[in-house]
């Protein structure tokens, strides 16, 4: 079935630029202004594809407004906050580009080098082309810090594929997306599973902005589920720190006995209090930490289990709304024809309902 203006006039959509966006209504004129001109002057058929992460403030009516006067603009809509890598999954899922360029809504990625990805990607015949930040003196000194340390740490349970300070600016060819989508990973950090594909890659380095206008939405709770996901998604090397802390806690514990024996045999037996205080403390602390690294893991098992999806898509103005059946108008009074079916609420697979399209500029 054909979807949306690029495929009723038959042209294969060359680009998809997905930007998960949640609550981003103070950047997002800024965004249109900067990105706009620079996809017009590609050239190649393109679409922009808006996940709208379940925002609360105005960031759907702007977006309705935009589309007015922008056909290429795409919006889908989630349900509700799903967090950016899932709707940055729904972006890929639903992106129909020859390629695909992710980027954030706040302007810290500049649109200015997608022509640049894109061209290095075509010239090069590259399936991934990351978007490195040379320079992120614009970050705080906090987020540079815990960046470098998450990105070597990364480095050494991933694999060197994967290319420091590159975050979720970069293009992926159709074939990198479709090896993307067929993933059955659930909790996803993508700046790790795109190096791991193996793919060919390039780079394009650029200065990271500051945030055009609004405020971040990753807070440090959700910086550490991020790094908490990373490492749980590719190392079980965490679950050996309890047998590295139990075999370290077995050599003490000797040299512990050898004191108390001695102490026992010396008749100076009775204060002992702060040892013995410490040693429980610390053989309880030990203890929690291992039992809740097990349990983050234990934790994925139970979400892989589940397999539920991570995202659900209220509307999609790429998909046109269904064309109800003509049915006949029962006589009044009369009772449903015997085997009648209730309509039904949604045609979708994923739980999706359908919204009629707004009409078109
Ligand atoms: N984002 C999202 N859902 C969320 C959190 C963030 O779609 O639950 C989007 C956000 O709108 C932005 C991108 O993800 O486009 C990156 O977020 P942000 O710029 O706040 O992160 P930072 O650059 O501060 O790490
Ligand atoms: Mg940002």
Redesign the pocket.
Known sequence: MPEGRDAERHEPVVLSVV??????ED?LPALVTRLRPVLTELGVPHEVVA?D??SGDRTPELLDAFRLGWPELRVVALRR????Q???TAGLDRARGAYVVS????L?DPPEKIPDMLALARREGLDIVYGVRADRSSDSGF?RWTAGVYYRLMRRLAGPSVPAQA??FRLLSRAAVDALKALPDQQRVYRLLVPWLGFPSGQVTYERAP?TA?????PLG??IRLAVDSVTGFSAAPLRIATWLGGGAFVVCLGLLVYTLTAFALGRTVPGWTSLFTGIVFIGAVQLVCVGLLGEYVGRIYTAVQNRPTYFVRHDTAVPAPVPEPTPTPAPGAAPAPGAAPAPASDGTDGEERRVPLPRA
């Open positions: 930007i998960p966006m949640f609550n981003e950047v996940v992460d379940g906050n799903s967090g950016h899932a709707a940055l980027l954030d809504a706040d810290q987020k975050g979720d945030r609004g405020r971040t939405k990753y959700r910086m």
